[in-house]
Each structure stands twice: as C-alpha cells, then as structure tokens.
C-alpha cells in the first residue's frame, strides 16, 4: 500500500457519546475531503464513525488504534473489505472493546486473489488464523460477498456502495439486539498467541 497524497487520513463524524464506534478502514480511501461517503452520514446520525482512508502512512491506522484503546465503555465495530482486511483484523484482535468485525470480500494485502471469484476468497477467510481468534474472544465476525451485485469495478466491492451501508446497518442492528450486548467484559488478548 502506497501512502495517501490527498485529504485527511482519518475523518471523524457523529455523536461522541454514542454507545457504539464505528472503525471502518477503506482500501480505496473515501472520504478524501473530509467527509464521510453520503451513503454513511445517516449511519453518524446514531454512532460515532471513525473512517479510515487507506492506504495510510500509519498516521490513520495509529489514530484510530489509539481512540480503540481509550474507549470507555462504549462497543467498537470494525469494517473493512479486501486487501485492508489483515490489519482490520489485527486492530480487532487487539482491543477488548471491539463487539463485531464486518468485512466485504475480504482478500489478502498481497494481492494474491486478485480477480479471484467469492469461492476463492471465501476459502482463504476461512482458513485465516486471526478469524479463528476472534470468534474464540466472542467478537461476532460477518462476511459480505458482492459477487452478486453489479459493480462498475472488480471486487472488493466500496464501502460506500448503498447496498454495503445496508448490509453494516443490518449486522450492527442484529448485534444490539444479542443477549448480553452492552459493554465487552472480555480480556485483552495476545495477538501473537492466536491461531
């Protein structure tokens, strides 16, 4: 990933005292002028959305792993799609706050499935040790595939897409609605150690 040239790294927008935080990391770097994608500002109407645009020269990766770390009592959701979807899953994996990870087509950063079709991309998520550990630390992980929508580009599918804003709305709202929602009690986990 080359770094940003224009715009902020990462955009806040929303209510501060939200009981939710929204971390979206964007590999196609949205939100170049400041503001989140029109499709997500009714979604900052109710939560708090810190959007990252990657790739990042760390300054947004860094700024939102340290607002993760700082969060009081408030549940953290992390989104992403494709080739963000290692270091999404990293930043998960190492904060207690974090209640749900949502990824459209994921991939790998290497690139390696470009062009590859859902099947292909669903086997290599399947298979990726980090998911494994979320699930083990109680983190409602969900995929989206957009192999059925008509894109003007190849997969991964934008963040932005009406259709992908639906799709987070309904996760986050199956999500407040689980026995037990509220703020994680869970402990801090070692990355490192999952598997």
């Known amino acids: 990933m080359t770094a940003l040239t224009d715009g902020p790294a990462l955009v806040w927008r929303g209510d501060h005292d939200a009981a939710d935080v929204v971390a979206v990391l964007d590999p196609a770097g949205e939100a170049s002028h400041g503001e989140l994608p029109a499709t997500w500002r009714p979604v900052a109407d109710r939560l708090l959305v810190g959007w990252v645009r990657l790739p990042a020269d760390g300054a947004g990766i860094a700024a939102i792993d340290s607002a993760l770390s700082r969060l009081d009592g408030q549940r953290a959701h992390v989104v992403t799609s494709g080739p963000a979807t290692e270091v999404a899953l990293w930043i998960a994996a190492t904060h207690t706050a974090v209640a749900s990870f949502l990824v459209v087509d994921p991939e790998p950063c290497d690139g390696s499935l470009d062009g590859a079709d859902g099947s292909a991309r669903a086997r290599w998520w399947d298979a990726l040790p980090g998911r494994a550990a979320l699930a083990r630390a109680d983190v409602e992980v969900k995929t989206f595939y957009s192999d059925g929508l ?12 009406p259709e992908v804003v639906a799709w987070v709305e309904r996760a986050l709202a199956d999500e407040s609605n689980q026995p037990g929602a509220g703020t994680p009690t869970r402990s801090p986990r070692d990355w490192k150690g999952a598997s």
């Open 150 to 161: 008509e894109l003007c580009t190849a997969a991964p599918a934008p963040l932005g897409l």
